[in-house]
């Protein structure tokens, strides 16, 4: 018999934000997300201990992903803002370093939790409001009858990940390549309910970003095609390529004896009945003038040389990947069974052409009608490519959600700079009757908001990496960066040139005071004024559903952490 033990009892951990282990993480990952921060971030090197792939980035899907934790309360935090990250694609370390700024400046308070939350819940509300509002200074409308305002928002992303290892030139080429491919992925025909179309990245490492390219329809890698050679396919008579799209396996053997028992007669082969099936399923494609059939599998050799030998291309192991796009460019149904053909699963491509790059060749599927892209991605290292990839995603994604609601916020640390100067007005000038509904004081309320501010201040000043000072302006609320060794001068507009985000200079009428007081120290704060925004400047932009949905769950997973008062371990 096997030993039984004892079944421990549960560990249980009382007030876990008190204890030093837990306090001792928070602020270890609080310092490397601050340090992985902006476009001029430290790199971070990612392995394990058994060896595999080193992963050199300061994503926070990346380093989120590849981090392991044992305290409860990290799990929470990380898993929080990784769930934000897989809607969103961006603000990941936004959210992450806001939400560790929370927990630390409320938890030191002494206020209640339960009024800490409540007051929180209210300062949120203002900022939502506020950036919701036609007179909040840091929002910019994005026309998309105009690039200017989207290539500073492509652009920012790229220039925000330091791994990429790109050079001015190359920003500009990519940010060019990855509106393009965009603007191919929105439909020409709107209907009701328009659905955006894909892009799909294939990769190419080992050569220069600025080889890269994009274009419309699908890319195939398909060795067996050599470049020289004429590409015979069969056309119908409206000139176009009928496409057959299948997602069963054509292998001929798809019995599985897993699934079931099957009686065959004395002399009759299984093999063969199934090929003689799949060669019927061939004589049917070429009744029909099929052109070009894909297989997400595998096909079997004689059929595929019996399509060739009449004019038929075939392609097998497309992958799973590739099916929704295959079937949504071409309008192919996919066939799942290899017994019944019906007219209505078939489509059609424009055209067919073989293309190379690098070593590799590829299939060139054109559509008719342009909704998915193939974006080809070039950077010189395995690494660079891969948090190039990431990026370029990320682009993608926010430009989707970018014309779902055509909004961006001012980056660069002045959308949190504003909006810390813009809660210390409003906050100064509330009326008695809130506080009251707040059941709180005066006293607390400002506590609250001054931590509140601080948490935002502190995100903007993760920016800076050089130990240079850091100031915000008193007309603005601006973020202005003073480089590192810089000499002592009577004047800051003598050292600074332009705010964060790029919208504002150094005019004589800016006053600035230096970022992140003492805690408790007064500051006093007007209401930050609205600048007039120019679309031609080269602005640093953040995507406006990413950053609003990054503040509500940082205080909203800060609060849920700040309200734990037992976690509770199973110790067997």
Same mark, same amino acid.
């Given at each position: 018999?096997?030993r039984?033990?004892?079944?421990k009892?549960?560990l249980?951990?009382?007030?876990?934000?008190?204890?030093?282990?837990?306090?001792?993480s928070?602020?270890?990952?609080?310092?490397?997300?601050?340090?992985?921060?902006?476009?001029?971030?430290?790199?971070?090197?990612?392995?394990?201990?058994?060896?595999?792939c080193?992963?050199?980035t300061?994503?926070?899907?990346?380093?989120l992903?590849?981090?392991s934790?044992?305290q409860?309360?990290l799990r929470?935090?990380?898993?929080?803002?990784?769930n934000?990250?897989?809607?969103?694609?961006?603000?990941?370390?936004?959210?992450?370093?806001?939400?560790c700024?929370?927990?630390?400046?409320?938890?030191?308070?002494?206020?209640?939790?339960?009024?800490v939350i409540?007051?929180s819940?209210?300062?949120l509300?203002?900022?939502m409001?506020?950036?919701?509002?036609? !007179?909040?200074g840091?929002?910019?409308?994005?026309?998309f009858?105009?690039?200017?305002?989207?290539?500073?928002?492509?652009?920012s992303?790229?220039t925000?990940?330091?791994?990429?290892?790109?050079n001015k030139?190359?920003?500009?080429?990519?940010?060019?390549?990855?509106?393009? !491919?965009?603007?191919?992925?929105?439909?020409?025909?709107?209907?009701?309910?328009?659905?955006?179309?894909?892009? &799909?990245?294939?990769p190419?490492?080992?050569?220069?970003?600025?080889?890269s390219?994009? @274009?419309?329809?699908?890319?195939i890698?398909?060795?067996?095609?050599?470049?020289?050679?004429?590409? !015979?396919?069969?056309?119908?008579?409206s000139?176009?390529?009928?496409t057959?799209?299948?997602?069963?396996?054509?292998?001929?053997?798809?019995?599985n004896?897993?699934?079931?028992?099957?009686?065959?007669?004395?002399?009759v082969?299984?093999?063969?009945?199934?090929?003689?099936?799949?060669l019927?399923?061939?004589k049917?494609?070429?009744?029909?003038?099929?052109?070009?059939?894909?297989c997400q599998?595998?096909?079997?050799?004689?059929?595929k040389q019996?399509?060739?030998?009449?004019?038929?291309?075939?392609?097998?192991?497309?992958?799973?990947?590739l &099916?929704?796009?295959?079937?949504? &460019?071409?309008?192919?149904?996919?066939?799942?069974?290899?017994?019944s053909?019906?007219p209505?699963?078939?489509?059609?491509?424009?055209?067919?052409?073989?293309?190379?790059f690098?070593?590799?060749?590829?299939?060139?599927?054109i559509?008719?009608d342009?909704?998915?892209?193939?974006?080809? @991605?070039?950077?010189r290292s395995?690494?660079?490519?891969d948090?190039?990839k990431r990026?370029?995603?990320?682009a993608?994604?926010v430009?989707?959600?970018t014309?779902?609601?055509?909004?961006?916020?001012?980056?660069?640390?002045?959308?949190?700079?504003?909006?810390a100067?813009?809660?210390?007005?409003?906050?100064?000038?509330?009326p !008695?009757?809130?506080?009251k509904?707040?059941?709180?004081?005066?006293t607390?309320?400002?506590l609250?908001?001054?931590?509140?501010?601080?948490?935002?201040e502190?995100?903007?000043?993760?920016?800076?990496?050089?130990?240079?000072?850091?100031l915000?302006?008193?007309v603005?609320?601006?973020?202005?960066?003073?480089p590192?060794?810089?000499?002592?001068?009577?004047?800051w507009?003598?050292?600074?040139?332009k705010?964060?985000?790029?919208?504002?200079?150094?005019?004589?009428?800016?006053?600035?005071?230096?970022?992140q007081?003492?805690?408790?120290?007064?500051?006093?704060?007007?209401?930050?004024?609205?600048?007039?925004?120019?679309?031609?400047d080269?602005?640093?932009?953040?995507?406006?559903?990413?950053?609003?949905?990054?503040?509500?769950?940082?205080?909203?997973t800060?609060?849920?952490?700040?309200?734990?008062?037992?976690i509770?371990?199973?110790?067997?």
């Amino acid at each position: 018999m096997s030993r039984l033990e004892a079944k421990k009892p549960p560990l249980f951990i009382s007030e876990p934000l008190t204890r030093d282990a837990v306090s001792q993480s928070l602020s270890l990952l609080s310092g490397i997300l601050k340090s992985s921060y902006g476009p001029a971030g430290r790199l971070k090197q990612l392995h394990n201990g058994m060896g595999g792939c080193v992963c050199t980035t300061s994503q926070s899907s990346a380093l989120l992903g590849h981090l392991s934790t044992s305290q409860p309360v990290l799990r929470v935090l990380t898993a929080s803002v990784q769930n934000h990250v897989s809607r969103f694609s961006d603000c990941g370390l936004f959210t992450a370093i806001l939400c560790c700024g929370f927990i630390e400046n409320f938890r030191s308070l002494n206020v209640a939790p339960f009024t800490v939350i409540k007051i929180s819940k209210h300062l949120l509300s203002l900022c939502m409001d506020h950036l919701k509002s036609e !007179a909040c200074g840091c929002r910019v409308s994005v026309d998309f009858s105009s690039v200017e305002t989207l290539v500073c928002l492509v652009r920012s992303i790229l220039t925000s990940k330091p791994a990429c290892m790109l050079n001015k030139t190359e920003v500009d080429h990519l940010t060019t390549l990855v509106l393009k !491919a965009f603007i191919f992925t929105i439909p020409c025909h709107v209907q009701t309910n328009a659905v955006l179309g894909k892009c &799909m990245i294939v990769p190419v490492k080992g050569r220069r970003v600025v080889d890269s390219t994009v @274009l419309p329809g699908l890319l195939i890698e398909t060795p067996e095609f050599q470049l020289g050679k004429p590409l !015979a396919v069969k056309r119908t008579g409206s000139n176009t390529i009928k496409t057959a799209l299948f997602s069963v396996s054509m292998s001929g053997d798809g019995f599985n004896a897993e699934e079931g028992t099957i009686a065959v007669h004395h002399g009759v082969s299984l093999e063969m009945s199934e090929l003689n099936q799949l060669l019927n399923v061939g004589k049917q494609l070429v009744k029909d003038e099929v052109g070009l059939v894909l297989c997400q599998k595998v096909m079997h050799p004689s059929l595929k040389q019996y399509l060739k030998e009449n004019g038929v291309i075939a392609v097998d192991r497309a992958g799973l990947s590739l &099916m929704e796009p295959l079937g949504r &460019m071409t309008g192919s149904q996919p066939i799942a069974s290899i017994h019944s053909l019906s007219p209505g699963c078939y489509g059609s491509l424009k055209d067919l052409c073989l293309e190379s790059f690098a070593s590799k060749h590829f299939l060139h599927l054109i559509p008719e009608d342009t909704v998915i892209c193939s974006l080809i @991605l070039c950077n010189r290292s395995e690494t660079a490519w891969d948090e190039l990839k990431r990026v370029c995603e990320t682009a993608e994604h926010v430009l989707q959600l970018t014309m779902k609601e055509p909004l961006a916020l001012l980056g660069g640390g002045c959308t949190e700079t504003h909006l810390a100067s813009y809660i210390r007005h409003k906050s100064s000038t509330l009326p !008695a009757s809130t506080f009251k509904d707040l059941d709180c004081s005066q006293t607390q309320y400002q506590l609250v908001a001054d931590g509140f501010c601080r948490s935002l201040e502190s995100v903007a000043h993760s920016l800076s990496h050089d130990d240079g000072e850091i100031l915000t302006d008193m007309v603005y609320g601006h973020c202005w960066f003073v480089p590192s060794g810089s000499p002592c001068v009577s004047k800051w507009s003598d050292l600074v040139s332009k705010c964060g985000c790029g919208m504002n200079g150094n005019t004589e009428d800016l006053s600035w005071r230096f970022l992140q007081g003492q805690p408790g120290s007064p500051v006093v704060q007007g209401c930050p004024e609205e600048p007039s925004v120019k679309v031609t400047d080269l602005l640093t932009l953040d995507c406006f559903a990413a950053k609003c949905s990054g503040l509500q769950v940082a205080l909203e997973t800060a609060n849920l952490i700040l309200d734990l008062s037992y976690i509770i371990e199973d110790q067997n």
